[in-house]
C-alpha cells in the first residue's frame, strides 16, 4: 500500500495546494481528549498530523511544548499508548500521521519493533530528532527500522555538503527549520525561508516543508509562498494548554486552526 504521506502530496501537486502540518502531543491533556483532537484538526481540514510521543527529557522543545509531554505522561500516556491512540484514530480517519519523537522511547521500546508496530497501527512516518542519519547509517541496530518514512531535519544553518546528503535520503517530506533554536522560543518565521527552500530544492524533488515561528494566517500564507507546506506546532500546543481545562477546547482549537488552515490553502 501506498505512504499515506506521498499520496497526500501527489493530491497537493495536482491541485497546486501547499500541505498545513499541525502538530500536537500525543495524550495532551488526556487520552481521549487527545483524540478529539486529532479528529478536529483533521476534519477541520490539516493535511499531515505529527503526533509528539511524550518524553521526560525533550531537549529540543521549548517550554510550551515541554509542558505538554508533562502534561501527557502525568496522564497515563506512554509509547504503547501512543500506538493505542493512533489505532483509534484510524477507525475513522486516513489522514497521515508522523510521529514527532526522540530516540530514546523508541530504542527502549525495541527500534525494529517499533517501526514495525507504528506501521501496523497506522503511522505513516517518523522525526526522530535527536538521531543524525548518519549515525543511524553506521549503526546496525538503526538500519531496521522499516515501515515507517523517516524525516529529515535541515536548518538554515545546515552546511550545502550535508544538505545534499539529507536531502537525498530524505522520504516523505523535509521539515526546513525557518530559524535555529527549541520550538516556539519565535516570534515570527524567518524572512529568509525562500533562500533556504531554494537551496534545499537544488538537491532533491522531496516536498519542504516549513516550521518554527508561525502563528497567525499572514505567517501562515507567507511560508506557504515559498514552500511545499506549512508546519504549526506551539501555537497549536498553547491552544490546547490555555483550554485544557474546558470542554470548549476542542472547538476552540478548531476555531484557531482553520484560518491558518485557509490561508495556506489559498496561496
Known sequence: MANRIDTTFTR???SSTKAFVAYVCGGDPSF????????AL???GADIIELGVPFSDPMADGIVNQMAADRALKAGMSTARILDLIREFRKTHETPLVLFTYLNPIYAYGYEKFHSDAAAAGA??????DLPPSEAASNADFAKGEGLHH????APTTPDSRQATLAKSSQG???ALSRTGVTGGHSAPSETIGELVASIKAHTDTPICVGFGISNPAHA???AEKADGVIVGSAIV????LNAESPEVVAKLRDFVTPLIEATHAV
Open 32 to 39: 481521549e481528549r487527545s483524540l478529539e483532537i486529532l479528529h
Open 151 to 154: 524525516i529529515n531535519l535541515i
Open 173 to 175: 517530506f523535509i521539515y
Open 124 to 129: 505513516d512516518g517518523i522525526l526522530l530528532l
Open 12 to 14: 497537493l501537486r495536482e
Open 42 to 44: 483533521a476534519d477541520a
Open 221 to 223: 500564507a507567507m511560508v
Open 238 to 241: 498553547k491552544t490546547i494548554e
